[in-house]
């Protein structure tokens, strides 16, 4: 059975209490506070967009920790003792981040990246990014080199900078 109460009241009277949100001053319809599933502050109760079957209300957690997605902090609104009734239904997809698979691939490529000691300049950065991007280290020749680091978008005098950084030589005629 749903809930009532007007979704503001609603919002006002069952939700915000229960989470201990607070309403906005410029948005009175909108409530505030931390999130029940992770606790970061940016977290928020508001009403939806108006169009056809809109939902009661729209949460959303700006916490950039976790995957807060609106299922998981749902779950946690009715742990905390949000009535079911109050919730209603949140059709809108949740983001899948799956531990595994490409996402968790790039993940690791990232964090060797950033714990490379080669990596002193943006140049060298992005010379890292562009290995990751084509599944291969950077030639060790000096005019491959030059035209990976093109590729990854490096302007000229850069890369000259780069090549030496990288052990790179031209060959003396």
């Not at 939806?48 to 959303?60: A, Y």
């Not at 950077?138 to 990976?148: M, V």
Request: charged share 25%.
């Amino acid at each position: 059975m749903a809930c009532l109460a007007e979704p503001v009241t609603c919002r006002r009277d069952h939700i915000a209490p229960v989470l201990g949100l607070k309403a906005g001053r410029e948005k009175p319809w909108q409530f505030t506070g931390p999130c029940p599933a992770c606790g970061h502050g940016g977290f928020s109760v508001t009403a939806p967009d108006q169009g056809s079957n809109p939902l009661r209300h729209i949460w959303h957690c700006n916490c950039s920790r976790d995957l807060c997605d609106p299922a998981r902090v749902r779950q946690a609104m009715a742990r905390a003792g949000v009535s079911e009734d109050c919730l209603g239904s949140y059709k809108r997809r949740a983001a899948q981040a799956s531990p595994g698979g490409e996402a968790a691939v790039l993940r690791e490529a990232l964090r060797e990246i950033l714990a490379d000691p080669k990596v002193r300049a943006v140049a060298d950065l992005k010379l890292r990014v562009q290995e990751v991007i084509e599944g291969e280290p950077a030639p060790a020749d000096w005019a491959g080199f030059l035209a990976f680091a093109e590729r990854a978008g490096i302007q000229r005098s850069k890369r000259y900078e780069a090549a030496a950084r990288w052990g790179r030589r031209q060959r003396q005629l």
